[in-house]
C-alpha cells in the first residue's frame, strides 16, 4: 500500500451536532514530512465532544475528530527519518519539532511548526487534507483525526515508543483488555493513552508535575471529577500532596475519586456560601494549589480565589466554549496568587510520551483503571452518549 491511497473506514463528521457516520474514506499516502498510520484503539474525550458541538471556534466540517489513539507506522513520506514502518506510535495534538523557537525555548512545550495547519483541518505541505469521499475533502483535527482506520500525521506529531520498551505487551494488552497503549501516548501523554495517555494522563499528571510543580506537604483543590479532575488526583497524590479536595457537584464522583487519592469532597450545592469562601474556611487561608477541569469560566474565577494569598497557584485544564471569557479582580494577583494554564500538561510530545508509557509499564501510573467502557469503530456515536454519562471515564474503540 506504500504510495498508493487506502480506502478505509472512518467515522465522519458532516456538521456540527448530528451523528458521526462511518463511511469508506480515501486516505492519501504521506507527503513529504509526513506519517500514515494505521490506528489500533481511539479513545474519546471531551474535547472531540466539544468540537462536534459546534462550540469550537477552530471547528470545521466535514471532519474526522479524535485525538487519543495507538497505532502502527504503515508508511512515511520523503525525509521522514524518525519513525518507519512497523514502528508502534502514539499520535499528538501536541507537535514537537525540536527546531522552532516555541522548542528551542526551553520555557514551554507548545511547537510552533505545524499549528497553523493544524488549527485549520489541512496539512502543513500544500494545505490540503489527505482524506477524501469521493472527491470531496474532509478536514483533518487537531493534527491526528484518529477516529480513522488510517491517518496522517505530521512527523513532529508522533511519539515512537522505545523499542526496548515492550511494545508488543502494550499492544497484546490493549488487544486483550487494557487499552493502556492509548493513554500513554496522549494523556491525553506517552503511550498508555498509548491511546487515552497521550492526552489523559500526559494532561493530568503534567499540570501538576510541570504547570504546577507542586510540592510535597501541599493542599490542592480539584473542581471537577472526571476523567482529567481524577488525572490530576493522581498526580497530585504521587507528589505527595497532604490533603487533595475534590469539588463536584455530582456527588456520585466522590467514591470513585478516592481510589485516585482525592481524600475530602466537596459539594457546592451543598453550601450556600460561594464555593471559593467555603475551601478558604477549610484550609485556614486558602489552598496552594488549585486546578479546574471542567472548563466552566466561572468555577475557573473559584479555582484562583480559593488559593492562599502570597503563593497560592491556580492552573486551568477544562476547555471553555468559544466566546467564554474568565474575569477576577486583579487584586487577586497583585496579593500574590498566579494564574496558569496547560496544554498536553507541558510535557514535550515526541521525547517525553515514551517515558510516560516506560512508567506505565514499570507500574508506576494507572491506565486501565481510567479504561471504564470498551466498544468498537461502528459503535461511535453511542461512545459519544456514554461521555456524557457520569459512570464512563475513557471509552476505547478498536477500530
Ligand atoms: P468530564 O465532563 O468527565 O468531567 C467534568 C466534571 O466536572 C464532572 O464530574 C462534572 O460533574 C463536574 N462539574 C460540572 N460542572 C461543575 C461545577 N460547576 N462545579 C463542580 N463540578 C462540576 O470532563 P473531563 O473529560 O474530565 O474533561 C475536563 C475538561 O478538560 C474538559 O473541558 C476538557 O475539554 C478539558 N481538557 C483539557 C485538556 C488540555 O490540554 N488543557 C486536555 C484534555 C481535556
Ligand atoms: N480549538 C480549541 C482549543 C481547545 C484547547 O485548548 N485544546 C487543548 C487540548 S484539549 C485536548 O483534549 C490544547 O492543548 N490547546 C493548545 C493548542 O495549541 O491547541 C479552541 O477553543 O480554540
Known amino acids: 500500500t506504500q504510495g498508493q491511497p487506502i480506502t478505509c473506514k472512518a467515522a465522519v463528521a458532516w456538521e456540527a451536532n448530528t451523528p458521526l457516520v462511518i463511511e469508506d474514506v480515501r486516505v492519501a499516502p504521506p507527503q513529504a514530512g509526513e506519517v500514515r498510520v494505521k490506528i489500533l484503539f481511539t479513545a474519546l474525550c471531551h474535547t472531540d465532544a466539544y468540537t462536534w458541538s459546534g462550540k ?3 471547528g470545521l466540517f466535514p471532519c474526522i475528530l ?16 524518525e519513525v518507519q514502518p512497523g514502528d508502534h506510535v502514539i499520535p499528538c495534538y501536541q507537535a514537537e519539532c525540536r527546531e522552532c523557537k516555541f522548542c528551542k525555548s526551553g520555557k514551554t512545550n507548545l511547537c510552533g511548526k505545524v499549528r497553523a495547519a493544524t488549527g485549520v483541518g489541512v496539512m502543513m505541505n500544500d494545505r490540503k487534507t ?5 472527491g470531496k475533502p474532509i478536514y483533518h483535527f487537531m493534527g491526528t483525526s484518529t477516529f480513522s482506520q488510517y491517518t496522517v500525521v505530521h512527523d513532529v506529531s508522533v511519539a515512537k515508543i522505545d523499542p526496548a520498551a515492550p511494545l508488543e505487551k502494550l499492544y497484546n494488552e490493549l488487544q486483550e483488555d487494557s487499552f493502556v497503549a492509548f493513554e500513554v501516548a496522549v494523556c491525553d501523554p506517552s503511550s498508555v493513552e498509548v491511546c487515552c ?11 501538576v508535575w510541570n504547570t504546577a510543580k507542586v ?7 480539584i473542581f471537577g471529577l472526571g476523567t482529567i479532575g481524577l488525572a490530576v488526583a493522581e498526580g497530585a497524590k504521587a507528589a505527595g500532596a497532604s490533603r487533595i479536595i475534590g469539588i463536584d457537584i455530582d456527588r456520585k464522583k466522590f467514591d470513585r475519586a478516592k481510589d485516585f487519592g482525592v481524600t475530602e469532597f466537596v459539594n457546592p450545592k451543598e453550601h450556600d456560601e460561594p464555593i471559593q469562601q467555603r475551601l478558604i474556611d477549610l484550609t485556614d487561608g486558602g ?10 469560566v466561572s468555577v475557573m474565577r473559584a479555582a484562583l480565589e480559593c488559593c492562599h494569598k502570597g503563593w497560592g497557584t ?9 466566546g467564554q471569557e474568565i474575569s477576577t479582580r486583579p487584586f487577586q494577583l497583585v496579593t500574590g496568587r498566579v494564574w496558569k494554564g496547560t496544554a498536553f500538561g507541558g510535557f514535550k510530545s515526541r521525547s517525553q510520551v515514551p517515558l510516560l508509557v516506560d512508567k506505565y509499564m514499570k507500574k508506576e501510573i494507572k491506565i486501565d483503571e481510567y479504561i471504564t467502557h470498551k466498544l ?15 459512570s464512563c471515564l475513557r471509552c476505547v474503540l478498536d477500530m
Not at 489527505?130 to 469521493?134: D, G, V
Not at 495517555?197 to 499540570?207: D, K
Not at 491556580?314 to 468559544?322: E, F, K, T, Y
Request: contains cysteine; aromatic residues 6%.
Open 66 to 81: 479524535g485525538h487519543e489513539a495507538a497505532g502502527i507506522v504503515e508508511s512515511v513520506g520523503e525525509g521522514v527519518t
Open 56 to 58: 469550537d471556534p477552530e
Open 314 to 322: 491556580s492552573v486551568i485544564v477544562g476547555v471553555a466554549a468559544s
Open 287 to 296: 489552598v496552594d494549589y488549585s486546578f479546574e477541569c471542567i472548563g466552566n
Open 197 to 207: 495517555y497521550t492526552h489523559l494522563l500526559s494532561l493530568g499528571l503534567g499540570a
Open 215 to 221: 510540592e510535597a506537604g501541599s493542599i490542592v483543590a
Open 130 to 134: 489527505r482524506f477524501s469521499i469521493k
Open 376 to 390: 468498537t469503530l461502528g459503535e461511535m456515536n453511542e461512545a459519544f452518549d456514554l461521555l456524557h454519562e457520569g
